[in-house]
């Protein structure tokens, strides 16, 4: 198990643009131990960790396993929803902006979604005011296509798959988008509508 590091801690204050000693204040401790906690010759109680978290805008889960993420996209486009899937049970988690997951004891990893190649085609269709979505691909229990989702500025919707059942999804249009699908062995491909 991973603890706080001084690095961490030295790195989120400095982008806070806080002192050693306004860090104290703010959690009721000595700037003398702060300075220990960043040089390495101490470490932070545990029962502390959470005001410390919130003096540096963080959370306990990122000061403890040194993945310091920044959301970029405060704004909230829906365009920029980011996928993450857990490797053990296949649970899926969307995100607008980065973000730090873990499930069945392991940290999820992001999807990166690449175009679609021939094993991997999505197939549109329009038909009246839906899209008709297939994809041929295998759907047995080793092989198969676990979702498809369609993303557009201020909308998602994630279809969840299952083995041996066929790829044929129908979506309501709302407008320029982007289609993803995610493959349980090759991972996630996209397809701009």
């Known amino acids: 198990m991973s603890y706080v590091t001084g690095k961490a801690i030295k790195e989120l204050r400095e982008k806070r643009k806080i002192t050693q000693k306004e860090l104290a204040e703010k959690i009721n401790v000595s700037d003398k131990a702060v300075s220990k906690w960043e040089t390495g010759r101490g470490l932070p109680d545990i029962a502390i960790l959470d005001d410390l978290s919130r003096a540096l805008g963080t959370s306990i889960t990122e000061l403890l396993t040194g993945d310091l993420r920044e959301n970029e996209n405060q704004a909230g486009n829906m365009r920029k929803t980011h996928f993450y ?17 873990s499930c069945c004891g392991v940290t999820m990893p992001e999807q990166e979604a690449e175009k679609c190649d021939d094993d991997h ?15 041929n691909h295998p759907m047995n229990k080793s092989h198969y296509v676990s979702f498809i989702a369609y993303v557009t500025c201020d909308n998602s919707e994630l279809v969840k798959l299952y083995p041996e059942q066929d790829i044929s999804v129908r979506l309501r249009k709302k407008g320029h988008g982007i289609l993803y699908a995610y493959c349980n062995r090759h991972g996630m491909y996209k397809k701009l509508i």
């Open 85 to 101: 899937v857990c490797p053990i049970c296949g649970n899926i988690i969307t995100s607008v902006g980065q973000g730090t997951f």
């Open 121 to 135: 085609m999505i197939n549109i269709e329009t038909v009246d005011d839906e899209y008709h979505i297939t994809i």
